[in-house]
């Protein structure tokens, strides 16, 4: 698996003081922001949607792609495609969905992917 689009991500870490009063602080508090229809579990699209809203915000020209255009880039690093970040996002989730029930509940979301 490529890490390098989870290590972009990573590096909104760095932003985290600018939106440290929106993150959420416990798994109860992701799943609610997440869960957009309310049925208490958050499905595939559920989580691809919640955890692409950095990469979204990062790509000021809006043309899905993360790269120079949008602001410094760590030397060497390659530009990260939007399709590219939320295939590894889905891959994530299955890792997540422990169960294998195509939901994540609170548990789950709390427990790094295997």
Do not use: C
């Not at 508090?29 to 958050?42: F, K, Q, S, V």
């Not at 595939?44 to 120079?68: C, I, W």
């Not at 060497?76 to 969905?97: C, M, S, T, W, Y």
Request: glycine share 8%; proline share 8%; net charge negative.
């Amino acid at each position: 698996m490529n890490r390098r689009p989870f290590a972009l991500l990573a590096g909104l870490v760095f932003l985290a003081p600018a939106f440290a009063q929106d993150f959420p602080r416990t798994p109860a508090e992701y799943l609610r922001r997440m869960d957009a229809n309310g049925d208490g579990r958050i499905d595939e699209t559920e989580y691809v949607r919640y955890m692409s809203q950095g990469f979204l915000r990062m790509d000021v020209n809006g043309d899905g792609v993360l790269d120079a255009n949008d602001g410094p880039m760590r030397p060497g690093a390659r530009p990260v495609h939007l399709d590219e970040f939320q295939r590894n996002l889905i891959h994530q989730f299955h890792k997540l969905d422990r169960n294998h029930d195509g939901f994540l509940g609170a548990k789950e979301l709390a427990q790094p992917p295997q």
